[in-house]
């Protein structure tokens, strides 16, 4: 199975300030069809995730354009230019490239 | 609006069966594939299966294999999650989540699986 690293594990950030979480995977996430397929969620305490990124860097709608995914191959980043209040939570990263799908282990984003 | 509510969580012994269904509306919902997703107690998301269009390809993670059986059913737009020989390890909350775009673009609210030992 294709193995999911995020880090770091637990982020606390200052509101206003920017914040990076990085994912790693075990094996290169380029599917035979040339797309990528990676994912970011989001996960505020209590609710469903909800997804951010797909394809690496595809911003799902109503996600707010603070938000950013880069990357390639087997390491990938989420950027927060500036956080705010409503982005405390749990961040995962998921591979849909590989069967089984894979998640990381999420972060938790805190304010200080 | 994309609506996806579970239901048919509960209760139950270890070795028991139970049945979770999530009902669709918002979306033509045969023209998705679908996935279960759970999440232990205070621990990390994990994919569970994954069912394509008229459901005749399957996937699951080795763990629930032979043991749980994804469906659909396009008439009533609805998918479903057979889990039997249930385990300890499998309390958890089941989410229903769609493909669109990529992987999970659309989730539920979930349901409580608790496996009592």
């Known amino acids: 199975d294709v193995v999911m690293t995020q880090s770091p594990l637990s982020l606390p950030v200052t509101l206003g300030q920017p914040a990076s979480i990085s994912c790693r995977s075990s094996q290169s996430l380029v599917s035979g069809d040339g797309n990528t397929y990676l994912n970011w969620f989001h996960q505020r305490p209590g609710q469903s995730p909800r997804r951010l990124i797909y394809k690496v860097s595809n911003r799902d709608s109503g996600v707010p354009d603070r938000f950013s995914g880069s990357g390639s191959g087997t390491d990938f980043t989420l950027k927060i230019t500036r956080v705010e209040a409503e982005d405390v939570g749990l961040y995962y990263c998921?591979?849909?490239?590989?069967?089984?799908?894979?998640f990381g282990q999420g972060t938790k984003v805190e304010i200080k | 609006e994309v609506q996806l509510v579970e239901s048919g969580g509960g209760l139950v012994q270890s070795g028991g069966s139970l049945r979770l269904s999530c009902s669709a509306s918002?979306?033509?919902?045969?023209?998705?594939?679908m996935n279960w997703v759970r999440q232990a107690p205070g621990k990390g998301l994990e994919w569970v299966a994954h069912?394509?269009?008229?459901?005749?390809?399957?996937n699951y993670v080795d763990s629930v294999k032979g043991r749980f059986t994804i469906s659909r059913d396009d008439a009533k737009n609805s998918l479903f999650l057979q889990m039997n020989s249930l385990r300890p390890e499998d309390t958890a909350v089941y989410y229903c989540?769609?493909?669109?775009?990529?992987?999970?673009?659309?989730w539920g609210q979930g349901t409580l699986i608790i496996v009592s030992s």
């Open positions: 069912i394509k269009l008229d459901g005749n390809d399957k």
């Open positions: 918002g979306f033509a919902f045969s023209n998705y594939w």
């Open positions: 989540a769609r493909d669109g775009d990529g992987e999970l673009d659309y």
């Open positions: 998921m591979q849909g490239t590989h069967w089984p799908r894979t």
